[in-house]
């Protein structure tokens, strides 16, 4: 497979792949062995870049064997914590196994429609596609809550992607503001060097320990659960629509409520506002402090895809990732695109082989009829 290289002309390639994350490297895989002419388009100026950018203590949650992608087993004991420049790393070293043809430092700015072909803009420079895959992730925009900005200048404030470690905030008192798992570990983090505050909602754990026997058997149980519900079965439907429903943050997977409360994490409501340039909780309280660390999650923002991909609601029509409006075009990894595993680094292979097969299903039906057919069935 050769490497293009993006000029200032409009060229055309069969398949684009949008995200070099696990999932578009995954894809990539895939479009090697059925040997499609594809080129993977990657924001960052390195494969991984997104795993290396989080916080400097962060380890991924699931074990080491369930953290390969297709065709590379994880180079680590199957039950180790990989961290995340590990896992960066990991990344990094597939793409060259493969030699995967990853242009970095190109962000996508539109995707449209020209007659059967897709063109993707990226400054100057055009793509047209016969088919485009997007990988980016379901939500790679922070969300903020809309009185952030009416904190004291003197606050700082930084949001969970940008959060490295505790030398980036001032000196004194620090606000997580979000439970859920990021926030926990976070708190954790920070509680060794300041006073610190976790506000939001107790959205519960898992009752084992993490790393331990235990925990193994239950994530080989999880594992197998997930692969039967799926969206193609009844239970699975219930359970993907649940999901989608929810609002809550996830149980905490790593942290347990008596490993803030021995680290000195003071837990505190949700924060609805401001008062005085400080934050304010739920019960009316203000929380004087030097600092905030914004856990609040991130929004989808697919405003550069210009395209009739989506309801009234913003939620995309696809099936398995497969958009059925518009022929060619997928998206993956996304939460629950095909299982509960979908989302995950376990779930990227079995999402990619599926899109993959109806890319290669698509271009042998039109080379049958002389026509494209529509094929049916989430960094930029």
Known sequence: MHRKEIGLNTEHVDTVVIGAGQAGLAVGYYLTRHRRDFVI?????????????????????TPARFNSLPGMPFPAPWNDLPTKDEMAGYLEAYAACFRLPVQLGVRVDELIRE?????????????????????????TT????????????????????SYRNSRQL?????????????????????????????????????????????????????RTISQLLTVDTWPGQRVAARARAWRGGHPLVRVRPEDLVGAGVERVPRVTG??????????G????????????????DYRWIKL???????????????VYTEPGLSFTGLPFQSSLLSGLVAGAGADAKYIVEQIAARASASRGSGSISIVTGTSR
């Open 41 to 61: 388009l990657e924001a960052g100026q390195r494969v991984g870049l997104n795993w290396r950018s989080r916080w400097d203590s962060l380890r991924l949650f």
């Open 115 to 139: 007659g059967d072909r897709y063109v993707i803009s990226a400054g100057t420079s055009h793509l047209r596609a016969s088919n485009v895959v997007v990988a980016t992730g379901a939500y």
């Open 142 to 161: 922070p969300r903020l809550p809309p009185f952030a900005d009416q904190l004291d200048p003197a606050v700082t404030q930084v949001h969970s992607v």
């Open 170 to 222: 001032r000196d004194g008192a620090v606000l997580v503001v979000g439970a859920g798992n990021s926030g926990a570990e976070i708190a954790l983090d920070l509680a060794s060097s300041r006073p610190t505050w976790l506000a939001g909602r107790d959205t519960g754990f898992i009752p084992v320990r993490f790393g331990g026997v235990a925990y193994t058997i239950g994530s080989l149980a999880f």
């Open 274 to 283: 401001v008062s005085g340039g400080t934050p304010m909780l739920e019960d």
């Open 285 to 300: 309280r203000v929380v004087d402090v030097e600092n905030v660390v914004w856990c609040t999650g991130f929004v989808r």
């Open 308 to 322: 009739p991909v989506f309801d009234a609601s913003g939620g995309l029509l696809h099936h398995r990732g497969v």
